[in-house]
Protein backbone atom coordinates (compact mmCIF):
# COMPACT_ATOMS: atom_id res chain seq x y z
CA UNK A 1 0.00 0.00 0.00
CA UNK A 2 1.14 3.61 -0.80
CA UNK A 3 2.10 6.19 1.38
CA UNK A 4 -0.29 7.95 0.71
CA UNK A 5 -3.27 6.04 -0.02
CA UNK A 6 -2.00 5.22 4.04
CA UNK A 7 -2.32 9.12 5.01
CA UNK A 8 -5.96 8.98 2.82
CA UNK A 9 -7.26 6.13 5.39
CA UNK A 10 -6.01 8.16 8.59
CA UNK A 11 -7.57 10.92 7.31
CA UNK A 12 -10.94 9.66 6.76
CA UNK A 13 -10.89 7.92 10.03
CA UNK A 14 -10.03 10.77 11.92
CA UNK A 15 -13.13 12.48 10.43
CA UNK A 16 -15.37 9.53 10.96
CA UNK A 17 -13.93 9.86 15.02
CA UNK A 18 -14.84 13.05 15.47
CA UNK A 19 -17.89 13.22 14.10
CA UNK A 20 -19.08 9.88 16.45
CA UNK A 21 -17.34 12.84 19.44
CA UNK A 22 -20.61 14.69 18.95
CA UNK A 23 -18.14 18.47 19.12
CA UNK A 24 -19.89 20.08 16.23
CA UNK A 25 -16.66 19.50 14.02
CA UNK A 26 -18.68 19.17 10.64
CA UNK A 27 -16.95 22.46 9.76
CA UNK A 28 -13.97 21.76 10.77
CA UNK A 29 -10.90 19.54 9.41
CA UNK A 30 -8.96 17.71 11.75
CA UNK A 31 -5.19 18.32 11.69
CA UNK A 32 -2.71 16.66 9.20
CA UNK A 33 0.43 17.34 10.26
CA UNK A 34 2.51 16.79 7.40
CA UNK A 35 6.08 18.63 7.40
CA UNK A 36 8.61 18.67 4.75
CA UNK A 37 12.11 17.42 5.04
CA UNK A 38 13.38 20.76 5.73
CA UNK A 39 11.27 21.27 8.52
CA UNK A 40 11.96 17.53 10.01
CA UNK A 41 15.37 17.92 10.33
CA UNK A 42 15.41 20.91 13.39
CA UNK A 43 13.20 19.22 14.74
CA UNK A 44 14.57 15.77 14.53
CA UNK A 45 17.68 17.55 16.06
CA UNK A 46 16.12 19.00 18.69
CA UNK A 47 14.50 15.98 19.47
CA UNK A 48 18.11 14.34 19.47
CA UNK A 49 19.56 16.77 21.51
CA UNK A 50 16.98 16.64 24.17
CA UNK A 51 17.09 12.61 24.17
CA UNK A 52 21.03 12.28 24.12
CA UNK A 53 22.55 15.44 24.04
CA UNK A 54 23.26 14.89 20.51
CA UNK A 55 25.62 12.49 20.77
CA UNK A 56 26.04 9.57 17.73
CA UNK A 57 26.76 6.94 20.01
CA UNK A 58 23.52 7.95 22.12
CA UNK A 59 21.71 6.92 18.69
CA UNK A 60 22.17 3.44 20.12
CA UNK A 61 21.68 3.28 23.71
CA UNK A 62 20.82 0.43 26.58
CA UNK A 63 19.74 2.06 29.82
CA UNK A 64 20.73 -0.07 33.03
CA UNK A 65 18.20 -1.56 34.38
CA UNK A 66 15.90 -2.00 31.31
CA UNK A 67 15.72 -5.12 28.95
CA UNK A 68 15.70 -3.95 25.99
CA UNK A 69 18.40 -1.07 23.41
CA UNK A 70 16.66 2.42 22.72
CA UNK A 71 17.60 3.54 18.94
CA UNK A 72 17.44 6.97 17.17
CA UNK A 73 16.77 10.29 17.87
CA UNK A 74 13.28 9.16 20.33
CA UNK A 75 15.08 6.21 21.59
CA UNK A 76 12.62 3.72 20.21
CA UNK A 77 12.47 0.55 21.92
CA UNK A 78 14.23 -2.71 20.33
CA UNK A 79 13.57 -5.93 22.42
CA UNK A 80 16.00 -8.68 21.72
CA UNK A 81 14.57 -12.45 21.14
CA UNK A 82 12.59 -13.99 22.19
CA UNK A 83 10.66 -11.24 24.39
CA UNK A 84 6.96 -11.11 24.10
CA UNK A 85 6.86 -7.07 23.82
CA UNK A 86 8.24 -7.30 20.15
CA UNK A 87 5.70 -6.77 17.26
CA UNK A 88 6.29 -4.56 14.50
CA UNK A 89 3.51 -2.29 15.50
CA UNK A 90 5.92 -0.71 18.06
CA UNK A 91 9.26 0.85 18.81
CA UNK A 92 12.09 0.55 16.45
CA UNK A 93 10.56 -2.16 14.18
CA UNK A 94 7.58 -0.33 13.34
CA UNK A 95 10.20 2.77 12.40
CA UNK A 96 11.48 0.42 9.88
CA UNK A 97 8.57 -0.42 8.53
CA UNK A 98 7.63 3.14 7.89
CA UNK A 99 11.15 4.04 6.76
CA UNK A 100 10.23 1.21 4.13
CA UNK A 101 6.58 3.21 3.03
CA UNK A 102 8.35 5.98 2.61
CA UNK A 103 10.99 4.74 0.70
CA UNK A 104 13.71 5.00 2.47
CA UNK A 105 17.26 2.71 1.64
CA UNK A 106 17.47 0.68 4.70
CA UNK A 107 20.54 -1.72 5.27
CA UNK A 108 19.44 -5.54 4.28
CA UNK A 109 19.86 -6.74 7.57
CA UNK A 110 17.48 -4.27 8.96
CA UNK A 111 14.48 -5.50 6.17
CA UNK A 112 14.51 -9.10 7.21
CA UNK A 113 12.13 -11.13 9.58
CA UNK A 114 15.41 -11.30 11.87
CA UNK A 115 15.21 -6.97 12.42
CA UNK A 116 12.00 -7.80 14.69
CA UNK A 117 14.22 -8.44 17.52
CA UNK A 118 16.85 -6.38 18.13
CA UNK A 119 20.56 -8.71 17.40
CA UNK A 120 21.88 -8.22 20.78
CA UNK A 121 20.49 -10.05 23.65
CA UNK A 122 21.42 -8.27 26.59
CA UNK A 123 22.74 -5.17 27.71
CA UNK A 124 26.35 -6.59 28.43
CA UNK A 125 26.30 -7.99 24.64
CA UNK A 126 25.51 -4.46 23.24
CA UNK A 127 27.93 -2.49 25.22
CA UNK A 128 30.49 -4.87 24.52
CA UNK A 129 29.50 -4.53 20.31
CA UNK A 130 29.80 -0.52 20.58
CA UNK A 131 32.83 -0.20 18.35
CA UNK A 132 31.69 -3.33 16.44
CA UNK A 133 31.32 -2.42 12.47
CA UNK A 134 27.50 -3.31 12.66
CA UNK A 135 27.03 -0.99 15.42
CA UNK A 136 29.15 2.01 13.49
CA UNK A 137 26.61 1.18 10.52
CA UNK A 138 23.84 1.27 12.74
CA UNK A 139 24.55 4.54 14.06
CA UNK A 140 25.43 6.27 10.46
CA UNK A 141 22.21 4.92 9.25
CA UNK A 142 20.00 6.41 12.01
CA UNK A 143 21.98 10.59 11.85
CA UNK A 144 21.09 9.85 7.99
CA UNK A 145 17.85 9.83 8.75
CA UNK A 146 16.81 12.03 11.33
CA UNK A 147 13.93 13.40 9.17
CA UNK A 148 12.64 10.55 8.08
CA UNK A 149 12.51 9.85 12.29
CA UNK A 150 11.31 13.16 13.43
CA UNK A 151 8.38 12.70 10.06
CA UNK A 152 7.23 9.29 11.77
CA UNK A 153 7.11 10.88 15.42
CA UNK A 154 4.52 13.50 13.79
CA UNK A 155 2.58 10.73 12.27
CA UNK A 156 2.20 8.83 15.61
CA UNK A 157 1.22 12.43 17.21
CA UNK A 158 -1.46 12.38 14.71
CA UNK A 159 -2.87 9.27 15.70
CA UNK A 160 -2.19 9.77 18.83
CA UNK A 161 -5.08 13.02 19.36
CA UNK A 162 -8.08 10.64 18.44
CA UNK A 163 -6.93 8.75 21.82
CA UNK A 164 -6.01 11.92 23.68
CA UNK A 165 -10.36 13.26 23.30
CA UNK A 166 -11.43 10.20 23.86
CA UNK A 167 -9.75 9.96 27.37
CA UNK A 168 -11.16 13.26 28.42
CA UNK A 169 -14.59 13.93 29.49
CA UNK A 170 -16.96 15.38 26.73
CA UNK A 171 -16.93 19.00 28.31
CA UNK A 172 -13.15 19.64 27.47
CA UNK A 173 -12.44 18.13 24.06
CA UNK A 174 -13.48 21.07 22.40
CA UNK A 175 -10.82 22.59 23.85
CA UNK A 176 -8.33 19.71 24.05
CA UNK A 177 -8.64 19.82 20.21
CA UNK A 178 -8.51 23.74 19.55
CA UNK A 179 -5.52 23.68 21.53
CA UNK A 180 -3.88 21.39 19.26
CA UNK A 181 -4.87 23.03 16.64
CA UNK A 182 -3.84 26.27 17.10
CA UNK A 183 -0.14 24.49 18.03
CA UNK A 184 0.45 21.98 15.35
CA UNK A 185 -0.14 25.38 12.69
CA UNK A 186 3.93 25.90 13.33
CA UNK A 187 6.28 24.06 12.80
CA UNK A 188 8.08 25.02 16.46
CA UNK A 189 4.31 23.81 17.70
CA UNK A 190 4.39 20.47 15.81
CA UNK A 191 8.04 20.31 17.50
CA UNK A 192 6.35 20.75 21.24
CA UNK A 193 3.42 18.36 20.95
CA UNK A 194 6.04 15.75 19.36
CA UNK A 195 8.75 16.10 21.89
CA UNK A 196 6.53 16.17 24.89
CA UNK A 197 4.58 13.11 23.43
CA UNK A 198 7.83 11.45 23.04
CA UNK A 199 9.17 12.67 26.80
CA UNK A 200 6.39 12.15 28.95
CA UNK A 201 3.37 10.31 27.05
CA UNK A 202 0.14 10.94 25.94
CA UNK A 203 -1.31 10.82 29.84
CA UNK A 204 -4.48 8.76 29.04
CA UNK A 205 -5.92 7.18 31.63
CA UNK A 206 -8.88 4.80 32.12
CA UNK A 207 -9.64 6.95 35.47
CA UNK A 208 -10.81 10.58 36.13
CA UNK A 209 -8.15 10.66 39.06
CA UNK A 210 -5.93 10.04 36.41
CA UNK A 211 -6.98 12.21 33.88
CA UNK A 212 -6.57 15.06 36.64
CA UNK A 213 -3.32 14.22 38.02
CA UNK A 214 -1.10 12.89 35.30
CA UNK A 215 1.74 14.86 33.92
CA UNK A 216 1.10 13.47 29.79
CA UNK A 217 0.62 15.75 26.74
CA UNK A 218 -3.44 15.38 27.56
CA UNK A 219 -3.34 16.85 31.14
CA UNK A 220 -1.16 19.87 29.84
CA UNK A 221 -3.28 20.91 26.52
CA UNK A 222 -6.02 20.87 29.14
CA UNK A 223 -3.85 23.11 31.69
CA UNK A 224 -3.52 25.89 29.36
CA UNK A 225 -6.70 27.37 29.65
CA UNK A 226 -5.24 28.38 33.31
CA UNK A 227 -2.13 30.06 31.97
CA UNK A 228 -2.00 34.04 32.04
CA UNK A 229 -4.50 35.22 29.48
CA UNK A 230 -1.49 37.48 27.99
CA UNK A 231 0.51 34.24 26.30
CA UNK A 232 0.81 32.70 22.78
CA UNK A 233 -0.50 29.35 22.84
CA UNK A 234 3.27 27.72 22.86
CA UNK A 235 3.65 30.04 26.15
CA UNK A 236 0.62 28.51 27.84
CA UNK A 237 1.50 25.27 26.39
CA UNK A 238 5.45 25.23 28.35
CA UNK A 239 3.29 27.05 31.38
CA UNK A 240 1.03 24.50 31.73
CA UNK A 241 3.49 21.75 31.21
CA UNK A 242 6.20 23.58 33.53
CA UNK A 243 3.22 23.41 36.50
CA UNK A 244 1.80 19.53 34.94
CA UNK A 245 5.63 18.71 36.23
CA UNK A 246 6.09 20.72 39.43
CA UNK A 247 2.55 18.78 40.44
CA UNK A 248 4.22 15.32 39.48
CA UNK A 249 7.24 16.22 41.77
CA UNK A 250 4.60 17.09 44.81
CA UNK A 251 2.83 13.75 44.21
CA UNK A 252 5.91 11.55 44.25
CA UNK A 253 7.74 10.11 47.35
CA UNK A 254 10.01 12.61 49.28
CA UNK A 255 12.21 9.35 49.21
CA UNK A 256 12.52 9.46 45.11
CA UNK A 257 13.74 13.00 45.23
CA UNK A 258 12.19 13.69 41.68
CA UNK A 259 12.87 17.15 42.52
CA UNK A 260 16.73 16.79 41.17
CA UNK A 261 14.97 16.08 37.22
CA UNK A 262 12.85 19.83 37.54
CA UNK A 263 16.12 21.67 36.06
CA UNK A 264 16.61 20.02 33.37
CA UNK A 265 12.94 19.09 32.59
CA UNK A 266 12.76 22.89 32.57
CA UNK A 267 15.42 23.28 30.18
CA UNK A 268 13.73 20.82 27.60
CA UNK A 269 10.77 23.01 27.49
CA UNK A 270 12.06 26.57 26.96
CA UNK A 271 13.53 24.81 23.97
CA UNK A 272 9.95 25.33 22.82
CA UNK A 273 10.09 28.51 23.03
CA UNK A 274 13.44 29.24 21.02
CA UNK A 275 11.75 30.64 17.71
CA UNK A 276 11.07 29.77 14.37
CA UNK A 277 12.23 26.46 13.32
CA UNK A 278 12.35 27.54 9.58
CA UNK A 279 14.91 30.08 10.66
CA UNK A 280 16.54 27.94 12.59
CA UNK A 281 17.06 25.13 9.40
CA UNK A 282 18.37 27.79 7.02
CA UNK A 283 21.55 28.32 10.30
CA UNK A 284 21.53 24.41 10.15
CA UNK A 285 22.11 23.79 6.64
Known amino acids: MCFNMKLTKIILASLLF???????????????????????????????????????????????????????????????????????NSGFPNLLLYMKSRGVNI???????????????????????????????????????????????????????????ASAPMEDRSFIYEK?????????????????LNFKGPGISNSRQGYENGSGLLQVLKGMKHAPQSSTPLQAYVWSAKHALIRRVERSSATQHHERWLAGWFKRLNTYLEGDLEKQRMIIN
Open 18 to 88: YSSLGLGFENKTPPILIISPQIALPIGIKIWFNESGGSTIGLTSWNEGEDFASLGIGHFIWHPYPSKQASY
Open 180 to 196: FCSLARTPSGIYALVDY
Open 107 to 165: PPWLQSKRALYCPWSNRSEFLQEQHSPKMIALRIFLQKTIPIQAEYMTVKLQKTLPNLL
